[in-house]
């Protein structure tokens, strides 16, 4: 198995308001429930082969936006850019941007551990092939991926937002959710819609920044200590987390920032990213308890709970070097 078809992920599809089943209709979805905002004909569209699934009263996106999105950055447009990006030298490449091997690592490990075998693993921000999640994709992983996120591409089945995912409740197996919770306005809704989503024993696989400098422009809004992300998956047990990348990583991100600063260019500051990429090899040398405090990025592993963490649980949770 790999990636999902629509006829299959079609059983699974709610209302992203009321959560009850959705109908086809025509070239269109609805939702069945009498008296929802949404049971009108034609609600939920179908843009370019992707129905868009998205309770717009309550998101910061319009209909007229998402689907000028889908229609730029559907299949052709993917296509046109990896190509682009497969164009630069492989050195160069790694060199601009590395393997993420702590995501291999887990990844790796959230397959191994799924509840039952050809589960469905839920990528949220899946428009784009996360950095060292190849595994979930590959034909010989015993998984089947359902792509969402608010632009079209190979990758995704429909458009969603992750405040309100069109998913029944206990459907999924396994979230992967990368480098997208500084990017929603309220990540404590996102995290509560994927424990509602996951079945019994369901995992998540979370990436979050700590200390990075804004991207993504107007859509970025928030960062989390290791601490602040153990308690916003506080309906999770803990299987690891930790730091993504270290203080080098953090302060080659300053480095590149400082450098389209004073240049006002961004392309200065990824020429002296270049330059000086050899500062994230520093992260090597510094202890995890201490990477933990200064971290560019942190990562949660974790497995669905009925039981929350405390205020108190969190004190006692924090694991950096400023212990006692």
């Not at 082969?49 to 052709?76: C, H, Q, Y």
């Not at 990368?178 to 994927?194: K, R």
């Not at 995890?288 to 205020?311: H, I, K």
């Amino acid at each position: 198995m790999a990636l999902a078809t629509l006829s299959r992920v079609r059983p699974l599809l709610v209302c992203p308001r009321c959560r009850s089943a959705v109908a086809a209709d025509g070239a269109a979805f609805r939702c069945t429930a009498v008296g929802c905002p949404y049971s009108a004909v034609g609600s939920f569209p179908v843009v370019s082969d992707w129905p868009v699934l998205v309770d717009f009263e309550r998101s910061v996106l319009s209909l007229d936006e998402v689907s000028a999105w889908v229609r730029t950055s559907g299949r052709a447009h993917r296509e046109l850019h990896r190509s682009r990006v497969d164009m630069i030298p492989s050195p160069l490449r790694r060199v601009l941007k590395p393997v993420n091997h702590v995501a291999e690592k887990n990844i790796a490990r959230l397959i191994g551990l799924m509840p039952k075998p050809c589960g469905r693993v839920l990528v949220i921000g899946g428009g784009t092939l996360g950095n060292g999640v190849d595994a979930l994709y590959r034909s010989g992983a015993d998984v089947e991926v359902i792509g969402m996120d608010l632009y079209a591409s190979d990758l995704t089945v429909a458009i969603a937002d992750g405040h309100a995912l069109p998913l029944a409740d206990g459907c999924i197996d396994a979230v992967v959710i990368q480098a997208v919770l500084e990017h929603v306005l309220d990540p404590g809704q996102v995290v509560a819609e994927i424990h509602r989503v996951l079945g019994d024993g369901g995992l998540v696989y979370a990436e979050t920044p700590f200390l990075q400098h804004v991207h993504a422009g107007a859509y970025d809004f928030t960062r989390f200590t290791a601490s602040g992300h153990r308690y916003l998956f506080r309906w999770f047990d803990q299987i690891d987390a930790g730091p993504v990348a270290g203080p080098g990583t953090q302060l080659l991100w300053s480095v590149d920032h400082l450098a389209r600063g004073l240049a006002r260019s961004q392309y200065a500051g990824r020429i002296v990213r270049a330059v000086f990429f050899w500062l994230r090899f520093l992260d090597r040398m510094v202890p995890r308890r201490y990477a933990n405090d200064c971290a560019s990025g942190v990562y949660f592993l974790g497995r669905r709970s009925e039981l929350e963490l405390t205020p108190r649980d969190i004190v006692d949770y924090y694991p950096g070097a400023q212990r006692g």
